[in-house]
């Protein structure tokens, strides 16, 4: 059974930091893109960050450049999203996802039609 599981969400102050990891099951995630998104309660689902499984090229929204950094372990068949500097706007519950090649890592992050998708994890940014 397919399976992305994230792990790692919780309550944090505003410029705390949190690490999400996403654990894959039931395939190996070598050279599959992987990605998180985001959902914010009466907002559309973000893009947040995508990573490439070819060529190590990347895609940030706006609103987290230079504050967020994906990475993935295959060894370990999981994906990272470190989160830094968080803001209260970060509020949201963040899914992680994946797709197999082909792909464009900027069109994974935008288009929000990946394949495979987690459940989900809640982020809250509050004092």
């Known amino acids: 059974q397919v399976q992305l599981v994230e792990s790692g969400g919780g309550l944090v102050q505003p410029g705390g930091s949190l690490r999400l990891s996403c654990a894959a099951s039931?395939?190996?995630?070598?050279?599959?893109?992987v990605g998180w998104f985001r959902q914010a309660p009466g907002k559309e689902r973000e893009g947040v960050s995508c990573?490439?499984?070819?060529?190590?090229?990347?895609y940030y929204a706006d609103s987290v450049k230079g504050r967020f950094a994906i990475s993935r372990d295959n060894a370990k068949n999981t994906v990272y999203l470190q989160m830094n500097s968080l803001k209260p706007e970060d509020t949201a519950v963040y899914y992680c996802?994946?797709?197999?090649?082909?792909?464009?890592?900027?069109?994974?992050?935008?288009?929000?039609?990946?394949?495979?998708w987690g459940q989900g994890t809640q982020v809250t940014v509050s004092s």
């Open positions: 996802v994946a797709d197999p090649p082909p792909y464009a890592v900027q069109a994974m992050c935008i288009m929000a039609s990946s394949i495979y």
């Open positions: 990573l490439s499984g070819s060529d190590g090229s990347t």
């Open positions: 039931g395939f190996t995630l070598d050279y599959y893109a």
